[in-house]
């Protein structure tokens, strides 16, 4: 059976295809450091006790560092040429910040597409907390970032952000479910105009507006969503 191979603009922002067995188990390393991670915060340990999770933690970071890394510039050359495998988009996708399933850095912040909507969700823990008992406002800055990014899964073109703005409305809350909606407002030339929002327990706690600029050519929607016109205001 023929691997399937993909190019770069086959890949959807925070989507990967079916994990191999390799991938699966860097996803489930990598929940196991995010859970280490938010036990560490305050940890009420003795200092004999700390000493021997330093040593630990040290002898764990050797271990994994003999191992060596993958490199993401061969990589990333495979998926620009239209050559790269499902390991090389899990290697691109999975370790993203917030999103990647298998980074410990991340909630993980689940993002899907919906009609004309991208929608997310996410539960953010004690390493994501501003005020206490508050998601900090920079981390719902960055999930907006990668929120509204998503909105080019509806389009032809790969862009960079150009602006963001976002409106703080009420404190969003750690330990909670955390509901992320974007969609595309307009599109001029090589410029994407997209608005998103926070949301918990039905109440909105952020609104933001962004600007993506395309490096490459003008923004179209992508055939299978020309639906879509009607619904982005002129």
Same mark, same amino acid.
């Given at each position: 059976?023929?691997?399937?191979?993909?190019?770069i603009?086959?890949i959807?922002v925070?989507?990967?295809?079916?994990?191999?067995p390799?991938?699966e188990?860097h996803?489930?390393?990598g929940?196991a450091?995010?859970?280490?991670n938010e036990?560490?915060? !305050?940890l009420d340990?003795?200092?004999?006790?700390?000493r021997? $999770?330093?040593?630990?933690?040290?002898?764990?970071?050797s271990?994994? @560092?003999a191992?060596?890394?993958r490199? $993401?510039?061969?990589?990333?050359? !495979?998926?620009?040429?239209?050559?790269g495998?499902?390991?090389?988009?899990?290697?691109?996708?999975d370790?993203?910040?917030?999103?990647?399933?298998?980074?410990?850095?991340?909630?993980?912040?689940?993002?899907?597409?919906e %009609?004309?909507?991208v929608k997310?969700? #996410?539960t953010f823990g004690?390493?994501?907390? %501003? *005020?206490p008992g508050?998601?900090? %406002?920079?981390v719902l #800055?960055?999930?907006?970032d990668i929120?509204?990014a998503k909105?080019?899964d509806?389009v032809?073109?790969?862009g960079?952000?150009?602006?963001?703005?976002?409106?703080?409305?009420?404190?969003? *809350?750690?330990?909670? *479910?955390?509901?992320?909606?974007?969609?595309l407002v307009?599109?001029? %030339?090589r410029?994407?105009?997209?608005e998103g929002?926070v949301?918990?327990? #039905?109440q909105?706690?952020?609104?933001a507006?962004?600007?993506?600029i395309? *490096?490459?050519?003008? $923004?179209?929607l992508?055939p299978e $969503?020309?639906?879509?016109? @009607?619904?982005?205001?002129?």
């Amino acid at each position: 059976m023929t691997e399937s191979l993909f190019h770069i603009r086959d890949i959807r922002v925070a989507e990967a295809p079916a994990p191999s067995p390799r991938a699966e188990l860097h996803r489930e390393l990598g929940r196991a450091l995010a859970e280490l991670n938010e036990q560490v915060l !305050r940890l009420d340990a003795s200092e004999e006790a700390l000493r021997g $999770y330093i040593e630990q933690a040290r002898l764990l970071k050797s271990a994994m @560092a003999a191992q060596g890394q993958r490199d $993401y510039s061969t990589t990333l050359r !495979r998926l620009l040429d239209g050559e790269g495998t499902g390991d090389d988009v899990t290697d691109l996708v999975d370790f993203e910040i917030l999103t990647g399933k298998a980074s410990p850095l991340s909630p993980p912040l689940e993002l899907w597409l919906e %009609g004309d909507k991208v929608k997310g969700r #996410g539960t953010f823990g004690l390493a994501f907390q %501003g *005020p206490p008992g508050r998601l900090h %406002g920079g981390v719902l #800055g960055l999930a907006l970032d990668i929120l509204l990014a998503k909105t080019q899964d509806f389009v032809e073109q790969i862009g960079v952000t150009g602006t963001l703005k976002i409106r703080y409305l009420a404190g969003t *809350p750690i330990l909670k *479910p955390v509901e992320f909606e974007a969609r595309l407002v307009r599109m001029e %030339g090589r410029k994407l105009m997209c608005e998103g929002s926070v949301w918990v327990d #039905g109440q909105q706690t952020v609104a933001a507006e962004g600007i993506w600029i395309s *490096p490459r050519g003008d $923004y179209r929607l992508k055939p299978e $969503y020309a639906e879509l016109e @009607a619904a982005i205001r002129a």
